[in-house]
């Protein structure tokens, strides 16, 4: 079954179930990907996020209902998730600018979000630099946490806190003081910190994340969590240079077009969601190569 099969039956099933419980893990295996890479792709390719789609199509149903029946407002909030008139009514105010009661009301405006569905896009010709390249087996080390998918949990939340208390407590300069020599396969420009994310499982709405250094024999890994990266092919997708207050923007690109662009026609799928941010320059200026670990659909 093809990409665009896969995310498509996940949004049948979601289509499905907006009147009861929708399981994220079992949304996620609808796309043959765990929770969190699925919700990633989702929203890199969207703009919005899995949870906030659910919810706008369940008031965009409620809406509906409201307006085509004379069942309760209770039961309506009930059937779309709700377990109270009053957190419904304040979640349906807010997407459609008037309370249940009002849409009711004969030419009142409400808002609907349409069913999404995944088709290959034909935009513009603009080239999207990339590399195959398979690696034999690497080690890496460094500070790890395990997030939770929905961002909940302990602080620091989300791998960018994450990245922001280790710059402000100077862990991510003594990780690079421990690095040692790059690995022969890496870049002489590359940064000593880098990072790495889903490179092992830990649960069905949590994932791994660690701000990492390349091991060699020269590394100093006393008090960090080293990693052994099995022998993978790369997809690799490298940015031009640019300066560090664009970096948001380039990293957010890339993402965005790997997920939407590259993977719905390449041929290939993820291999287990894992990947890295490889971050090099020089001379004022910045580059980010995005390694996605990947394997050729059969």
Known sequence: MDWLARMNRAMDYIEMNLSGEIELTEVARQACCSSHEYQRMFSFITNVTLAEYIRRRRLTLAAIELQNSDAKVIEIALKYGYESPVSFARAFQLLHGVNPAMARQEGIALKAYPRLSFLISIKGAEAMNYRIETKEAFQVFGI????????????????????????????????????????????????????????????????????????????????????????????IFPSDPFTGEEFDNIIETLYRRFYSEWLPTAGYEQADGMEFEIYGGGNGLNYVELWFAVRKIA
């Open 144 to 235: 790890e946490k395990v997030f939770q998918t929905n961002g909940g949990g302990e602080a620091p939340t989300t791998p960018a806190k994450l990245w922001k208390q280790c710059h402000a407590n100077g862990e991510v300069e003594r990780l690079a003081a421990s690095a040692g020599d790059l690995p022969y396969f890496a870049s002489r420009d590359l940064y000593k910190v880098h990072a790495a994310c889903s490179y092992r499982k830990t649960g069905n709405d949590t994932f791994p994340y660690m701000l990492c250094a390349f091991k060699s024999e020269s590394s100093e890994t006393n008090g960090y969590t080293i990693i052994t990266i099995p022998a993978q092919t790369w997809a």
